[in-house]
């Protein structure tokens, strides 16, 4: 079983559409939660960083982190054709320097 | 404010040979750490460097080593290439004593190995 588990999709929506992405995970200890946008053959891009439990918002883009079920979703109201990319969830323990585990992607198409 | 640069930014190489990948980070950052991401999959923790050393090491061989420069910038090397190894290779840095982890990722190295 995967540390982190993320349907990779793809997510086709219509332009508009409210669009929402989730990761499962297994360590409880995990404590920082991170959405990561990728275009193709790109770098991720970071959209989204949240410490421990509830929601935090930003633009079209809002966060959720439930921690007692071990769930983390990133809602896109407003869906664009340029928000057409694979998004990543990531997360880590706490602490100085640690490494970020990732979900697999989830492609996203919105289409005009 | 120059975000996380890596060079080259496509590398061809073929089976046996060895690769080095580069990587200078955000200004202000101290924290390197290396990403293998294979196509159609998230991407999987090589190792982190500060301070110069090895602070942690994912699931991959000794074939894959670094190093990390005063000025901060780090290097990736491959020996013995396998074919397995072609990927986008991703450099990502942050500040050790900043808030939380938030990592910033460079554009990445493609290395395709035949």
């Given at each position: 079983q995967k540390e982190v588990e993320q349907d990779p999709g793809p997510l086709s929506v219509p332009e508009g559409a409210i669009v929402s992405l989730n990761c499962t995970y297994?360590?409880?200890?995990?404590?920082y939660f991170m959405w990561y946008r990728q275009y193709s053959r790109k770098g991720p891009e970071l959209l989204m960083y949240t410490y421990s439990s509830g929601n935090k918002e930003d633009g079209r883009f809002t966060a959720q982190v439930d921690k007692s079920s071990k769930y983390i979703s990133l809602f896109i109201r407003d869906s664009q054709p340029s928000d057409s990319a694979t998004y990543l969830c990531a997360m880590t323990l706490s602490g100085g320097y640690n490494k970020l585990i990732f979900g697999a992607g989830t492609r996203l198409a919105v289409h005009p | 404010d120059a975000g996380v640069t890596q060079s080259p930014t496509h590398l061809i190489k073929t089976r046996g040979q060895q690769v080095t990948l580069r990587c200078s980070p955000k200004s202000g950052h101290d924290t390197v750490s290396w990403y293998q991401q294979a196509l159609g999959q998230g991407p999987q923790f090589i190792f982190q460097y500060y301070e110069e050393e090895e602070r942690q090491r994912g699931?991959?061989?000794?074939?894959f080593s670094g190093h990390q420069f005063p000025n901060y910038s780090s290097e990736l090397n491959v020996n013995a290439?396998?074919?397995?190894?072609s990927a986008l290779y991703l450099c990502a840095s942050s500040l050790v004593a900043g808030t939380g982890d938030t990592q910033y990722f460079g554009p990445g190295t493609r290395l395709t190995v035949l």
């Open positions: 297994s360590n409880s200890a995990f404590q | 699931n991959f061989p000794d074939r290439l396998l074919l397995g190894d």
